[in-house]
């Protein structure tokens, strides 16, 4: 039957209309601000495009806030994010994501969600639509995760900067599913770190296969090398999108264009994919 057989609809708590957003004074004192630098962080290109039935799925390169205040957020992201090797999306390219995938009304997830700049854009398209005539909190939800106090930190600011509020968790989502999230969102907006290997250049364990057994969302199968270790994280981020999408749920996200093609393992979950009909 269909995922959405398969998994269930649980309902999370908190839809659209439930959620108010914190004051910004409550956020500033958490956030470090530091002078801008320059804007060549604008320059981005997109390398993937691909859809993911359920809807649509995109993949580009290279995450903001919205307009002038998300300028400030980004940079702030940008900044914090190079330290852990992070991407930060331009609003051109979140814009681009969320103008395919119409998040008009629904629970929006980001699992990656950085400094917020999806939620903010996704909120634009919401109140562009809406003609005035519904507030945007009362048409989506927003949920998040992120693995960097800093990051969430920034993102909490922006949302409330434009009005908005949602449920942002600090865990790290290749082990930590904070909104049980399988089946149950009607959209997905990500910009998940690409080519994350299983281990880094000295040996050390990043991303540990024993702790993802089990886990619903890699129902597909984990991208192993002949080792038993994780050959690259991006077959594992793209199983967590599509297992988060109710039955008529979409998404659109940024991926790597070497996911085209990668080999062994990657490749196998990927033609289960495109058997599945989800490409």
Same mark, same amino acid.
């Given at each position: 039957? !269909?995922?959405?057989?398969?998994?269930?609809?649980?309902?999370?708590?908190?839809?659209?209309?439930?959620?108010?957003?914190?004051?910004?004074?409550?956020?500033?004192? !958490?956030?470090?601000?530091?002078?801008?630098?320059?804007?060549?962080?604008?320059?981005?290109?997109?390398?993937?495009?691909?859809?993911?039935?359920?809807?649509?799925?995109?993949?580009?390169?290279?995450?903001?806030?919205?307009?002038?205040?998300?300028?400030?957020?980004?940079?702030?992201?940008?900044?914090?994010?190079?330290?852990?090797?992070?991407?930060?999306?331009?609003?051109?390219?979140?814009?681009?994501?969320?103008?395919?995938?119409?998040?008009?009304?629904?629970?929006?997830?980001?699992?990656?969600?950085?400094?917020?700049?999806?939620?903010?854009?996704?909120?634009?398209?919401?109140?562009?639509?809406?003609?005035?005539?519904?507030?945007?909190?009362?048409?989506?939800?927003?949920?998040?995760?992120?693995?960097?106090?800093?990051?969430?930190?920034?993102?909490?600011?922006?949302?409330?900067?434009?009005?908005?509020?949602?449920?942002?968790?600090?865990?790290?989502?290749?082990?930590?599913?904070?909104?049980?999230?399988?089946?149950?969102?009607?959209?997905?907006?990500?910009?998940?770190?690409?080519?994350?290997?299983?281990?880094?250049?000295?040996?050390?364990?990043?991303?540990?296969?024993?702790?993802?057994?089990?886990?619903?969302?890699?129902?597909?199968?984990?991208? #192993?090398?002949?080792? $038993?270790?994780?050959? $690259?994280?991006?077959?594992?981020?793209?199983?967590?999108?599509?297992?988060? #999408?109710? !039955?008529?749920?979409?998404?659109?996200?940024?991926?790597?264009?070497?996911?085209?093609?990668?080999?062994?393992?990657?490749?196998?979950?990927?033609?289960?994919?495109?058997?599945?009909?989800?490409?």
């Amino acid at each position: 039957g !269909s995922r959405a057989r398969r998994y269930g609809r649980t309902e999370i708590d908190g839809a659209p209309g439930e959620l108010s957003p914190p004051s910004v004074r409550a956020l500033s004192s !958490s956030v470090r601000w530091r002078p801008f630098e320059t804007a060549s962080w604008m320059r981005c290109s997109v390398v993937y495009v691909t859809a993911i039935d359920r809807g649509d799925a995109v993949g580009t390169a290279c995450q903001s806030g919205g307009e002038e205040s998300g300028y400030a957020s980004a940079q702030f992201a940008r900044a914090e994010g190079a330290k852990g090797g992070e991407f930060f999306t331009p609003q051109s390219i979140v814009k681009l994501l969320v103008e395919i995938i119409e998040p008009y009304h629904g629970k929006i997830l980001d699992p990656a969600c950085g400094s917020g700049g999806m939620f903010v854009q996704s909120a634009n398209f919401v109140k562009s639509h809406a003609g005035g005539k519904s507030q945007v909190m009362n048409e989506v939800a927003l949920y998040g995760q992120e693995k960097g106090s800093s990051n969430i930190r920034t993102a909490k600011m922006n949302l409330a900067i434009h009005g908005l509020s949602g449920k942002i968790a600090e865990v790290n989502s290749f082990y930590e599913d904070a909104f049980q999230s399988v089946g149950k969102f009607d959209f997905v907006l990500a910009n998940p770190p690409f080519n994350v290997k299983g281990k880094d250049k000295n040996g050390q364990i990043v991303i540990d296969p024993a702790r993802l057994q089990g886990d619903p969302r890699y129902y597909l199968g984990l991208p #192993l090398t002949g080792k $038993n270790e994780i050959s $690259n994280a991006n077959y594992l981020w793209m199983q967590m999108f599509a297992s988060a #999408l109710s !039955s008529k749920g979409r998404a659109g996200f940024v991926m790597a264009n070497s996911a085209s093609d990668a080999g062994n393992a990657e490749k196998e979950i990927r033609k289960k994919m495109v058997d599945q009909g989800f490409v």
